[in-house]
């Protein structure tokens, strides 16, 4: 997607992939990775997500990019937090306490600003790539992650002729395709959703399902 394209989207406050709430499946299944406190988190395309917070308030530092300055400005501001500012290569640096986030573009981040992170937590970002761009998502920005990262990733599954993203459907075959060269990859859970989003039923969608897999960088 074009950049653009997200930009317009928060500035029209167009953000029903926004949650109030922390992601149950991360809450569920994040403790089974198994990361020390402390530990550094990654969360590309984070938005202004609660996610976020309820990584840090485990006990782990959280790196968050994201695209649009409103997001991450907005982000601080709700939590109460006056985050300092420093600008590098990668974009602006917004960091209060454990939670730093970039503005700046993901696909920029090299191996250096990722090295020290120990775990990694998706669950807005592949979905939200169209497929030229999540192969490269993932063999460009995963790949800068170190040896052995573990992460948790949140995909979504609908017959894709019914419903044009984002978010897109990825089905468990193109994640193993995605992330079988570098990742071990593990189904945890996957959860019929379809109830519980009026919005896809409206579009016409006849199933839906989240799946949350557990991987770790080889």
């Known amino acids: 997607m074009h950049p653009d394209f997200w930009l ?5 406050n167009r953000i029903g992939f926004h949650q109030d709430a922390p992601t149950p499946l991360l809450v569920r299944y994040w ?16 938005g202004k997500s609660l996610d976020m917070a309820w990584l840090a308030a485990q006990g782990h530092r959280v790196l968050g990019v994201e695209l649009s300055r409103q997001a991450v400005e907005a982000f601080f501001e709700e939590h109460g937090l006056a985050p300092e500012r420093r600008e590098s290569r990668h974009g602006v640096h917004y960091a209060a306490g ?17 090295a020290d992170c120990e775990g990694v ?5 592949l979905i939200a790539l169209p497929p030229d761009l999540r192969r490269r998502y993932v063999h460009e920005l995963y790949a800068r992650l170190p040896a052995g ?8 599954e609908y017959p ?7 978010p897109f459907p990825v089905d468990e075959g193109e994640v193993r395709d995605l992330y079988g ?16 989003q009026p919005g896809f039923v409206a579009d016409g969608v006849t199933s839906l399902e989240t799946v949350a897999y557990r991987l770790q960088r080889r």
Not at 149 to 156: D, K
């Open 149 to 156: 990262c573990r992460g948790l990733l949140v995909t979504l």
């Open 181 to 196: 060269r570098d990742w071990t990859v593990e189904v945890l859970e996957r959860r019929d959703i379809l109830a519980s």
């Open 31 to 46: 403790p089974t990775l198994g990361l020390p406190t402390g530990a550094r988190v990654f969360v590309p395309l984070a």
């Open 121 to 125: 937590f998706d669950r807005a970002a």
């Open 8 to 12: 317009q989207r928060w500035s029209e």
């Open 98 to 114: 454990p939670i730093e986030l970039i503005h700046g573009d993901a696909f920029a981040l090299d191996a250096g600003v990722l």
């Open 160 to 166: 894709p002729h019914e419903k044009a993203g984002p």
